[in-house]
């Protein structure tokens, strides 16, 4: 089945830098899509970004386009998150999650990992 | 800017039944945006239970349903159960790569 670990979190002063880590297992990860979707203390889910199974299209949501990069290494069935000059309000619970075992459908998360905090702060 | 809207809180009594929407700001909902509905808890990760207007996700009951409502993307649930109260959040795709959340609705089951 599938499961997905994000890791990396922790606390980062405002400016700073982080990466997250999402290892994935129970599927073919070379083969799948995969998204980071974000959530503030006390606020609702917030997509952030999808890279496509070969990592040749990426899509982010305008909150974080320049500032976050997504990118994988098929050969580790690992995806990242790399989140720079970080502002407080960039401050939630990261998830990374898959698609749907179905085709055409990769942009819509179904399977999800538990999460990663990540605090800015000074 | 594209907002996806819901309402902020519902209630429904044990057993009865309640229909959630998910509309935009401007313009209509349909199959093309392709709503995914998604429940949580506190402290807990998001669970999926519909993608794609009216597809089940693993292990979800029959009694919760998706549809088209008019102009906004819907999700039923009937025979309300205590453990149904959480927050529902529903994800329309923009056709642009990007996909946006609702501000989700919080569902109390009294």
């Known amino acids: 089945q599938v499961h997905l670990v994000e890791s990396g979190g922790g606390v980062v002063q405002p400016g700073g830098s982080l990466r997250l880590s999402c290892a994935a297992s129970?599927?073919?990860?070379?083969?799948?899509?995969m998204h980071w979707v974000r959530q503030a203390p006390g606020k609702g889910l917030e997509w952030m970004t999808f890279?496509?199974?070969?990592?040749?299209?990426?899509y982010y949501a305008d909150s974080v386009k320049g500032r976050f990069t997504v990118s994988r290494d098929n050969s580790k069935n690992t995806l990242y998150l790399q989140m720079n000059s970080l502002r407080a309000d960039d401050t939630a619970v990261y998830y990374c999650a898959k698609p749907p075992d179905l085709p055409f459908l990769e942009f819509l998360p179904a399977y999800w990992g538990q999460g990663a905090l990540v605090t800015v702060s000074s | 800017q594209t907002v996806v809207t819901q309402e902020p809180s519902f209630s429904v009594s044990p057993g009865g039944t309640v229909t959630l929407t998910c509309g935009l700001n401007s313009g209509s909902v349909s199959t093309s945006y392709f709503p995914s509905w998604y429940r949580q808890t506190p402290g807990q990760a998001p669970r999926t239970l519909i993608y794609n207007t009216n597809t089940h996700s693993s292990g979800v009951p029959s009694r919760f349903s998706g549809s088209i409502l008019g102009n906004r993307a819907a999700l039923t649930i009937t025979g309300a159960q205590a453990d149904d109260e959480s927050d529902y959040y529903c994800l329309l795709y923009m056709d642009s790569g990007i996909s946006i959340f609702g501000g989700g609705t919080k569902l109390t089951v009294l």
């Open positions: 890279i496509r199974y070969d990592g040749s299209y990426k």
């Open positions: 129970g599927f073919i990860f070379r083969s799948s899509g």
